[in-house]
């Protein structure tokens, strides 16, 4: 499926496009990239998490980008079977670099692959029923407030990017995340890490709008 | 531009479908905290199976008894629940032989209980840490030959894990 979609870039990579291409491309190519999160912010707005995050992206050498992602990490998740309720809404902070394979640097578009380190430091929120005792009757309960933690981890990032129109980017990732290191406390991993998604995942993506100068 | 389009509604199928597609429940399938004990020989350090019949009591926080466990025979193992409230746990030993005779040991366990969870979709549950354990043996007689030597933690951490926490060793007088 990833081909699928890959195979239509690449195929336009290698012909230079003739419609809404920018004036300035090149060895003249903008050379610093501002973007937007789309479905992180989507997510966040109808889903049970998400992020609101902001990239800038600057050449650096003809395939070469470096990259620093922003973002707010927010999640407000109740299960409907065991009533756990967990909140969180935090900073996090990517930086990286990315290479751009396609064959021809000037037609505008890219498929490139990077990497990231990413760290976050968060407090949630977690909360649910009383643990009730079988045997010894009593109920504990669960209810914790402001847990603090941090996460850092790696990011291999597959991505692609195109024109929209003049200076607006339409852009895609899929990123493989691996934890390198997690404060976890006696009640558990966390549910959600702002940036990374939640704890056990390990794929993520975005797809971001930007904008070049 | 109709192809740039094209190109585009693809990328945002292929990604919404790679990030929806995906969903797992990862809740452990054995679910019970128990605190796992085993039996070895006091003489020589052996794991032995006993041969008396084993049941363990309790008294609840309104104090009433409850049995843990009932009539085990020839075991070499066996797990018990744990009290929600950090504390000691006190269990009530009962050993008896086919001669009608039996004897009771007590065994305080000093625990502390943590609250934790695994995942949105599991249930909370109390893990525990071992933090002492003793027993308190009656002497081997013609009441029950065979007692509670002595009691050691192995496993402080008591969780989904039904791995060994505690060592009991019995000595038999006969």
């Known amino acids: ?213 | 531009m109709f192809n740039r389009l094209t190109f585009l509604v693809k990328v945002a199928v292929t990604s919404l479908v790679l990030l929806c597609a995906c969903t797992s429940i990862d809740c452990p399938l054995d679910n019970v905290v128990e605190c796992t004990y085993a039996l070895y020989d006091s003489k020589s350090k052996a794991p032995m199976q006993l041969a008396d019949t084993l049941t363990v009591s309790t008294v609840k926080a309104d104090g009433a008894d409850t049995i843990l466990l009932n009539r085990l025979v020839g075991c070499r193992d066996f797990a018990l629940p744990m009290r929600h409230v950090s504390g000691a746990d006190t269990l009530l030993f009962r050993l008896s032989n086919t001669w009608q005779q039996h004897a009771v040991d007590t065994v305080i366990i000093a625990q502390e209980a943590v609250p934790y969870y695994e995942d949105l979709d599991c249930p909370a549950s109390i893990f525990h840490t071992l933090i002492s354990a003793k027993a308190i043996s009656h002497q081997p007689s013609a009441t029950s030959p065979v007692t509670i030597d002595s009691i050691i933690i192995t496993r402080p951490q008591v969780t989904y894990d039904n791995i060994e926490n505690i060592r009991i060793y019995m000595h038999a007088s006969y």
């Open chain 1, 1 to 213: 499926m990833l081909l699928i979609s890959v195979l239509p870039l690449s195929a336009q990579g290698t012909k230079a496009p003739s419609d809404t291409r920018p004036e300035s491309q090149g060895k003249h190519a903008p050379r610093f990239t501002v973007t937007f999160d789309l479905a992180g912010a989507v997510m966040c707005a109808a889903t049970d998490w998400g992020q609101y995050e902001i990239g800038l992206k600057a050449r650096v050498h003809e395939r070469w980008y470096g990259a620093l992602e922003l973002g707010i990490g927010c999640a407000d998740a109740t299960d409907a079977n065991t009533s756990l309720h967990y909140t969180t809404r935090a900073p996090y902070g990517r930086i990286g670099c990315d290479y751009n394979f396609l064959r021809r640097t000037d037609t505008g578009h890219r498929l490139y692959g990077g990497l990231r380190v990413a760290y976050s430091p968060f407090a949630y929120d977690i909360s649910g029923p009383d643990i009730e005792d079988p045997v010894w009757g009593g109920n504990t309960p669960f209810q914790y407030a402001d847990v603090k933690s941090h996460a850092l981890w790696g990011e291999a990032v597959v991505g692609l990017e195109t024109y929209i129109w003049r200076f607006v980017r339409l852009g895609w990732t899929v990123r493989y995340r691996v934890k390198c290191s997690e404060k976890k406390q006696d009640i558990g991993h966390a549910w959600y890490i702002p940036g990374y998604g939640k704890g056990k995942d390990h794929f993520g993506g975005t797809m971001t709008i930007g904008f070049e100068f």
